[in-house]
């Protein structure tokens, strides 16, 4: 008798443990479903990865759903309304989006709120059809830095909550809000003292300007640039000059380096 309770324990033990490293093919459906812009649309949730971005996520807002390592949820606690779930590294990788995942998968909801009004005192980036993830994270990122906390995107711009986009800002989408709509519409509804910054190749160099901080810089698409009608819309125009001047150099600079050099030098007086 007691040899049986002993065997009934130990392997009620071992399924426990069993089922607390899987995770259902339901799950691992629904979590990689949202890899895809329509899913992620319906269920208003989009996937983060790795430590960094997690817990300044986690910060601002609870998680949906939380799939890590054991070594990752050592010593923390999580609101009742989170599921969590642990799993080997092994296991980690059937829902991860990255080549090498990072300890801690999470789904949060979606946080753009459609308010689509521009606080003219402060100073703001537009994105135009900027459609690489990479580097509308890595812009999200520099605003951060740059003490941006509002870009306003063009509806083709890449979306916030592509995965690709999520990880490139290291943690930056906490902290900058990104919202979606008529970027033209915006841009001319703006009282005529509001400066709207734009880089363009018929702009004047950015290192001799007076430059206000506040209002708008538009950054154009990789490899069109500013639309027509809105570099109409454009009343400084700016320029990030090569040197030497007249020297044979790329055609031009990533959206995201451009981004950088500008940001830098709208804050560099203040």
């Known amino acids: 008798m007691r040899k049986e309770i002993l065997i009934y324990f130990v392997l009620s033990a071992f399924c426990c443990i069993f089922a607390r490293i899987m995770i259902s093919k339901n799950k691992i459906k629904y979590i990689r479903s949202l890899e895809l812009k329509k899913n992620r649309n319906k269920e208003g949730k989009f996937v983060a990865e790795g430590h960094k971005v997690v817990d ?22 999580f609101p009742v309304q989170t599921e969590v779930i642990e799993v080997t590294e092994e296991e980690l990788k059937k829902v991860s989006f990255l080549q090498h995942p990072q300890q801690v998968l999470a789904v949060f909801k979606q946080a753009t709120s459609g308010d689509y009004s521009i606080n003219t005192n402060e100073l703001n980036l537009a994105l135009d059809g900027v459609q690489d993830p990479g580097n509308l994270g890595t812009i999200i990122r520099i605003a951060d830095w740059f003490g941006i906390t509002h870009i306003y995107c063009s ?45 363009l190749l018929d702009g004047d160099n950015i290192y001799q300007q007076t430059l206000e901080n506040r209002g708008l810089i538009v950054m154009g698409n990789e490899g069109k640039g500013i639309s027509p009608a809105l570099a109409k819309k454009v009343n400084h125009k700016l320029l990030i000059p090569n040197f030497p001047e007249g020297r044979a150099t790329a055609d031009s600079l990533n959206v995201a380096i451009a981004t950088a050099i500008t940001c830098s030098e709208f804050r560099r007086n203040f």
Do not use: C, F
């Open 56 to 77: 300044d996520l986690l910060v601002l807002q609870p998680a949906d759903l939380i799939v890590a390592t054991g070594e990752w949820l050592k010593g923390k606690h």
């Open 155 to 199: 509806q083709d711009t890449a979306d916030v909550y592509n995965p690709k986009v999520v990880q490139a800002t290291m943690g930056s989408i906490a902290r900058v809000k990104v919202e979606y709509g008529d970027l033209l519409g915006l841009v001319e509804s703006l009282p005529d003292d509001v400066p709207v910054y734009g880089t």
